[in-house]
């Protein structure tokens, strides 16, 4: 089957081909027909299986071959990384359209933004607080919304995110078609969701007797010190067939940390966290896509922007709060048909946790093999050769510089930056550690930091460096005794 066969038209088949795409994946086969049909729907299918064509080629094709500027399909999305992301994909859907397709999102100026919206993009792609920023300012019309996706609707629909996902909804036609597409959708979610649509059909496109996370996904956890972690990781990167490759962990600061460890041990490693400026993300993310950088590591917010089809390992460096973000993480790996690995590490801490998400997606697995960076089972689960080590190349050196700093270390001195400068200009603080130390002369080990007097005493009597300390305080008292004359007389 291929996508002219669910009713597609030819120019949108022919985008799609010039990518290679020309097969569709199980969510697309049921949901495509059904919502060129103009009927509300429930798309759940485990991530990285194509919804995003899913939902998104009914959205353009209804939209029609040249249809009249000004927004006219909205798709709501959690995380700035996904908004790109999704507007990639619907951008190459159109690319022989003249349907324009715009990613509105925080963290960038609002100026390009808006130069988008009033050229005409018919379809925008945004996350909800930019989306609102704008509708208030009288930016973006979404009047005129005939066709609405909520994209990872079970994190749209969460107590954080409902109260922005209920303004956009107050601000589109109540006759709009509406799709809500996810990986997950507890029973609760799919209630709340219903008050959106209009008798929503909800399709899965999950086999009855598969299991929670995608048959083409390895699965190892393991039971592991904190202190080994940097090692184990070192050395799993290091295994047969490892590709690009997203480290999750719990919080911007030890995703920061754990990305300079990796560029200490030689390895091509970015971080991805919510203290980066925006730009910085793009760019981590761009570097990882191209293959520029072959690591990257990442915190929970990225985990559902993250669409890269040829990351073959995940590793959950710290485990995740419940199971569906497991599965979100997981699912970054095994895309598009291929294989993965996904690899945990449950710190003894949170044996607890693990319990939970074991049993939710039924693992049997509650008591994880405690195991270390020398363990057999690490080496022999993972394809790691034998005698392997975290480490491929030493990368620091004695002055401290390693790669990733902006500024290499200058030829022919010990000190750094403001250290050689002191000692070029002669004015250096002989009492902080680092002026003293760049202040030397190359040459003789004369201190060009000394009075003219201490330079003279440091060259007389074959390198003595000054007079006794009797002779110094004879000349005090003589000096001290010669002003009170004077100033008596």
């Not at 909800?128 to 704008?134: A, E």
């Not at 997606?361 to 005698?387: H, M, Q, R, V």
Request: proline letters at 4%.
């Amino acid at each position: 089957m291929n996508f002219a066969d669910l009713g597609i038209d030819a120019d949108i088949v022919e985008a799609l081909a010039s990518k290679g795409i020309t097969s569709p994946f199980p969510i697309q086969e049921q949901a495509i027909p059904v919502a060129l049909t103009g009927q509300d729907i429930i798309g759940q299918a485990k991530t990285g299986t194509g919804k995003t064509f899913g939902f998104g080629l009914p959205l353009i094709q209804s939209l029609g071959l040249e249809p009249s500027l000004g927004a006219q399909a909205l798709v709501v999305v959690p995380t700035r990384e996904l908004a790109l992301q999704v507007a990639e994909d619907l951008t190459l859907a159109v690319s022989n359209r003249s349907t324009m397709v715009a990613a509105i999102y925080g963290g960038k100026s609002y100026e390009s933004q808006v130069e988008q919206i009033d050229a005409g993009a018919q379809i925008i792609v945004g996350t909800p607080g930019r989306l609102i920023d704008l509708s208030k300012q009288h930016k973006l019309n979404l009047s005129k919304i005939s066709f609405m996706v909520l994209d990872e609707a079970d994190e749209m629909l969460d107590l954080g995110f409902l109260p922005d996902v209920e303004k956009l909804f107050a601000y589109t036609p109540a006759t709009r078609q509406t799709l809500l597409f996810s990986a997950t959708m507890p029973g609760a979610i799919v209630t709340m969701a219903r008050k959106y649509q209009n008798r929503p059909m909800h399709i899965r496109a999950n086999e009855p007797d598969e299991g929670h996370t995608k048959a083409d996904i390895k699965q190892f956890v393991y039971r592991v010190h904190m202190l080994d972690k940097d090692e184990m990781v070192g050395r799993i990167l290091q295994a047969e067939g490892r590709g690009k490759t997203v480290i999750f962990a719990k919080t911007k600061r030890q995703a920061s940390k754990v990305s300079e460890e990796l560029i200490d041990r030689g390895f091509n490693a970015c971080a991805l966290h919510g203290d980066m400026s925006q730009e910085a993300r793009e760019k981590s993310m761009a570097a990882f896509r191209s293959g520029k950088k072959e690591i990257l590591v990442a915190t929970e917010v990225a985990a559902r922007g993250i669409d890269v089809d040829d990351v073959t390992h995940v590793i959950n460096y710290t485990i995740p709060e419940d199971e569906k973000a497991y599965l979100h993480r997981v699912g970054r790996t095994g895309r598009a048909g291929r294989l993965g690995v996904a690899v945990t590490f449950v710190d003894w801490e949170d044996m607890t946790r693990w319990k939970n998400i074991d049993q939710a997606l039924e693992f049997g697995n509650p008591e994880p093999a405690e195991t270390y960076s020398s363990s057999k089972n690490l080496f022999e689960d993972l394809g790691i050769a034998p005698g392997t080590k975290g480490r491929i190349q030493a990368t620091k050196r004695p002055d401290g510089w390693k790669p990733g700093d902006d500024e290499k270390p200058r030829s022919g001195g010990a000190g750094r930056g403001g250290q050689n400068r002191g000692a070029r200009n002669g004015s250096a603080n002989p009492g902080r550690a680092g002026g003293h130390a760049g202040a030397k002369h190359e040459a003789g080990g004369v201190d060009r930091q000394k009075s003219s007097n201490d330079q003279a005493r440091s060259t007389h009597g074959g390198g003595e460096h000054a007079r006794p300390t009797g002779e110094r305080n004879r000349q005090r008292r003589r000096t001290r005794g010669g002003s009170g004359g004077s100033a008596q007389g």
